[in-house]
Every structure is written in structure tokens, then in C-alpha cells.
């Protein structure tokens, strides 16, 4: 690996499921480079390829063709086996659904990443953590004792506690009220700026899959997906800019494959 590497690049990722006339083309060869430290939302209509991007980017689910790296190292084709080591020692994921494990404590469940990686646990470090996302002494508590926002932040300390490179969040406040999912955004965007202040460890890479033109406004950048291809992109982005190109997209995609990809062809995708 190189430090000047990105931290994660997909060179013509194609993902398809089903074979034939029945097969789905859910990315159609995805190149990309996402740097270093930076916060990136990914945003389409519904069945633009969006959740395989994040699985495939993650590792989570393999591509038909075309090659993933994670720092310049390629993942791709890795066993099962590593591949599994290299989620649980680089990569933190926030999902939608918070994922906790509910007989465990809060505490037990942000320090599993480090037990599942074989590392000695850190109890001090866990609690660093949980200060840092608002909920100092909370530790002993169950994930059912505590609301939808304070789950998702218990995710978040867990997604950091080892320090990964990069943190994948697949609709992280999908689930919340406006104000915590405020809070919660916040706490990603905090991760990427102030890097190793205030017990976060180094500075992460976020990528997120949103709906929300809001939530992606917290970007650096706002990548759009259409039929499997890379439709554009909006760089510091505000809501109003994101709702605007999202309503252009839906647009283009109601007029038909073969229209969107001649616009991304032309030039003409938002």
C-alpha cells in the first residue's frame, strides 16, 4: 500500500445477477477513485445500483468483472477468509437498521469489531467513544433500553473504534428523526475533519448511500447513479442543488435505458 493511494478505487466494476434475457445489469463498469479523508454520498433512483455499489465497494459482495482496491491494495480477489480480516480491521459499516447484537451491553457490542479481529479489547478506548457520540455511561445498557438515535450513535462508536480507513453508511439516518439524524451526520462529518481528535483515530473516508438531499449536503461530494453507470456528480453540494439534479435524474429515467445512456455518453447526465 501507498499513503498516496485513494481509499477505495473501482476500476470497471460490473455487477450482474441472473443470466440471459433474465440477467440484471446492476453496474455497468464503475470507475472511480475516492480519495483520502473526504465524504462521499451516493444518490439514484431506485434500482440505480446504489446498495451494490456500497457492497461491492465494500467488499461485501464480489463484482462480475473489473477490480476493487482499499488503500492501493486490490480486494478483488482475495479469500473469504482475508477479505473477512480486512472488513473487520479496516472498514467500519453504519447501516440503517443499526445492526446491534441485543443480548449484548452497548459497550460489548462497540468493542465486538475488535474482539471479532482478534485484538484484546479495549474498554477504555469503547468508552472514549461512547463520550464521543453522547452517550458517556450508557455502557451497560442493552440496545433495546435506549432509542432509534442512541442506537445509531452506539453504531457509529462501534463503526470507529478500530480506526478503519474507510466507514461505509448504507442509509444511516434512514430511520431517525430529522434532529437526530442532524446529530448523527454531524458525527460522520466529524470523523472525516478532526481525524484523530478527541479519541476518533485517524481521519476516515466516508461513503454513504442516502436519499436524502439533506443528508447528502454534509458530503464533499455527491455522487449520482443511473441504470449502473456513474450519471454525473455535484461537488459541495446544498440540498436544494441535490433535490434539483435528483429530480432531473428521475426525469431522464422515466424516458428509458437507452435515453439515459446516451446522456451519459454526451455528457449531458447530471
Known amino acids: 500500500?501507498?499513503?498516496?493511494?485513494?481509499?477505495?478505487?473501482?476500476?470497471?466494476?460490473?455487477?450482474?445477477?441472473g443470466r440471459g434475457d433474465a440477467a440484471v445489469h446492476a453496474l455497468r463498469g464503475i470507475d472511480l477513485a475516492l480519495p483520502r479523508g473526504t465524504f462521499t454520498a451516493v444518490m439514484g433512483p431506485s434500482g440505480s445500483g446504489?446498495?451494490?455499489?456500497?457492497?461491492?465497494?465494500?467488499?461485501?459482495?464480489?463484482?462480475?468483472?473489473?477490480?476493487?482496491?482499499?488503500?492501493?491494495?486490490?480486494?478483488t480477489g482475495l479469500s473469504e477468509n482475508r477479505l473477512t480480516r480486512?472488513?473487520?480491521?479496516?472498514?467500519?459499516?453504519?447501516?440503517?437498521?443499526?445492526?446491534?447484537?441485543?443480548?449484548?451491553?452497548?459497550?460489548?457490542?462497540?468493542?465486538?469489531?475488535?474482539?471479532?479481529?482478534?485484538?484484546?479489547?479495549?474498554?477504555r478506548r469503547a468508552a472514549a467513544m461512547l463520550a464521543r457520540v453522547g452517550l458517556e455511561g450508557y455502557g451497560r445498557r442493552r440496545p433495546g433500553q435506549l432509542?432509534?438515535?442512541?442506537?445509531?450513535?452506539?453504531?457509529?462508536?462501534?463503526?470507529?473504534?478500530?480506526?478503519?480507513?474507510?466507514?461505509?453508511?448504507?442509509?444511516?439516518?434512514?430511520?431517525?428523526?430529522?434532529?437526530?439524524?442532524?446529530?448523527?451526520?454531524?458525527?460522520?462529518?466529524?470523523?472525516?475533519?478532526?481525524?484523530?481528535?478527541?479519541?476518533?483515530?485517524p481521519a476516515a473516508t466516508v461513503v454513504m448511500v442516502t436519499h436524502d438531499p439533506v443528508a447528502a449536503s454534509y458530503a464533499d461530494r455527491v455522487l449520482f447513479l443511473a441504470d449502473g453507470n456513474l450519471a454525473g456528480e455535484l461537488v459541495a453540494p446544498d440540498p436544494a442543488a441535490v433535490a434539483d439534479r435528483m429530480v432531473a435524474l428521475a426525469r431522464r429515467t422515466s424516458e428509458g435505458p437507452a435515453a439515459r445512456t446516451a446522456a451519459v455518453r454526451e455528457g449531458r447526465a447530471a
Open 50 to 75: 446504489k446498495s451494490t455499489f456500497l457492497q461491492c465497494a465494500a467488499g461485501l459482495d464480489r463484482p462480475s468483472g473489473g477490480s476493487v482496491l482499499l488503500g492501493g491494495e486490490e480486494i
Open 147 to 201: 432509542s432509534g438515535g442512541q442506537q445509531q450513535r452506539v453504531a457509529i462508536a462501534r463503526a470507529l473504534v478500530t480506526g478503519p480507513e474507510v466507514i461505509f453508511a448504507d442509509e444511516p439516518t434512514g430511520a431517525l428523526d430529522t434532529g437526530t439524524a442532524r446529530d448523527v451526520l454531524a458525527m460522520l462529518r466529524e470523523a472525516v475533519d478532526r481525524g484523530g481528535a478527541d479519541g476518533f483515530g
Open 86 to 123: 480486512l472488513r473487520r480491521s479496516r472498514i467500519g459499516f453504519v447501516f440503517q437498521s443499526f445492526n446491534l447484537l441485543p443480548s449484548l451491553t452497548v459497550q460489548q457490542n462497540v468493542l465486538l469489531p475488535q474482539r471479532l479481529a482478534g485484538q484484546r479489547p479495549d474498554r
Open 1 to 17: 500500500m501507498t499513503s498516496t493511494a485513494p481509499a477505495v478505487e473501482l476500476r470497471g466494476v460490473r455487477r450482474t445477477y
